[in-house]
């Protein structure tokens, strides 16, 4: 079947990555777009909260200080999932009840001094400090020899759990790979072996190639709503060449990442006039010290809304037992996500 006639018929859709498949029922839309927008959630006003666990100079949950740090700001999660020294503990009840313990370090990174930035509010050259912040961290933490995977990523706003407005993202490194990049090593490693090239260089020249699901796009990266995107304006970038970790990025080309970070969240800011909230982070290759090349950097965002900034998917009944459903389809939200302006409409009229 061609891809036109895929628009109107529902159909699964397979993610390469995962190696799962995700349900488009593009018939329940009849338009691709309402362009509802519903209040306005509110972006915090105040460049310094005197409550703020995370402002320059403040006092942390945990009891530590923070210094009056003037640009980014990392420190070791006082609530940390994982511990760095832990027992060796395992079980194994005829292979039914099973477990490990598991060793870790969690650490936060805070974005900016200021309690109001958002990463589409923040200057570029502050952003892509923030890339070379992420870069030396996954350097420092792979030096731990026992440490495999690290995962950095930001949870924004309150509907994702975030637990404070301040600009701030979480690493979370581990001396095991996690269920999703592990899989994705698989495919990864699979794809090379039988095609002889990257899974996801092949990907991006398709998609360059039909630009029927760009979203936007510089020198050095390219953000798409994916063939296989299971949230409605999820989005997933690439790297234009085949590096495996953001570490291995020249000089121009993290000014780049920085550029596209913004390009993307201005973008979701601007499509509900509101602090779009959304999980992100990168994968980059395991942690362990072997060059991966079979291994591609790239980013993904999991937004939760669907129509306005008050109504939001579910993953809930036939998603929970079944599979992942959408109705929008990733070419039209990629045409949502590229038809917006490029400006922050918070900026549109000067500064904030
Ligand atoms: P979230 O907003 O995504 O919850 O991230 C904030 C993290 O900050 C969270 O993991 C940590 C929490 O454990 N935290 C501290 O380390 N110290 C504090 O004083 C408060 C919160
Ligand atoms: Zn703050």
């Known amino acids: 079947m061609s891809d036109s006639a895929l628009q109107n018929t529902p159909h699964r859709r397979f993610n390469p990555l995962t190696r799962e498949w995700v349900l488009v029922s593009p018939h329940r839309t009849q338009r691709p777009w309402q362009g509802k927008v519903e209040g306005i959630a509110a972006i915090a006003n105040m460049q310094f909260d005197p409550g703020c666990y995370l402002c320059p100079g403040n006092q942390r949950a945990g009891g530590a200080r923070n210094p009056k740090y003037t640009n980014t700001f990392v420190f070791d999660n006082d609530y940390a999932a994982l511990l760095p020294d832990v027992p060796q503990v395992s079980a194994n009840d005829a292979d039914l009840l099973v477990a490990n313990s598991e060793a870790g370090i969690c650490r936060v990174v805070c974005f900016s ?19 070379d912040v992420w870069s030396q961290q996954f350097q420092e933490l792979e030096s731990h020899p026992w440490i495999r995977h690290i995962q950095i990523f930001e949870n924004r706003g309150a509907l994702m759990g975030a637990s404070n407005p301040h600009p701030h993202g979480q690493i979370w490194s581990t001396d095991f790979l996690p269920n999703l990049p592990s899989r994705e090593l698989s495919a990864f490693e699979d794809y090379a072996s039988a095609k002889r090239s990257c899974l996801l260089c092949d990907y991006l020249r398709l998609e360059l190639e039909k630009n029927e699901r760009v979203v936007c796009r510089n020198d050095g990266f390219v953000a798409v709503v994916p063939y296989w995107a299971e949230w409605p304006f999820e989005v997933l970038l690439l790297s234009k060449r085949h590096v495996a970790a953001m570490h291995e ?32 982070g990168f994968h980059q290759r395991p942690a362990d010290g072997a060059a991966h090349a079979e291994w591609h950097l790239h980013a993904h965002y999991y937004p939760p809304l669907l129509r306005s900034a008050t109504v939001r998917k579910f993953m809930v009944g036939y998603e929970m037992l079944g599979m992942p459903q959408r109705d929008i389809t990733p070419e039209s939200a990629a045409k949502c996500l590229a038809d917006l302006p490029a400006i922050h409409y918070q900026l549109r009229d000067g500064t904030p």
């Not at 001094?113 to 890339?131: E, W």
């Open 249 to 280: 990025l020249a000089s121009d080309e993290r000014d780049l990442l920085a550029d596209i970070l913004k390009q993307i969240t201005v973008r979701y800011d601007n499509l509900f006039q509101t602090s779009f909230p959304y999980s992100m």
């Open 113 to 131: 001094p200021r309690h109001d930035l958002t990463i589409p509010l923040m200057p570029s050259a502050d952003v892509r400090q923030v890339v």
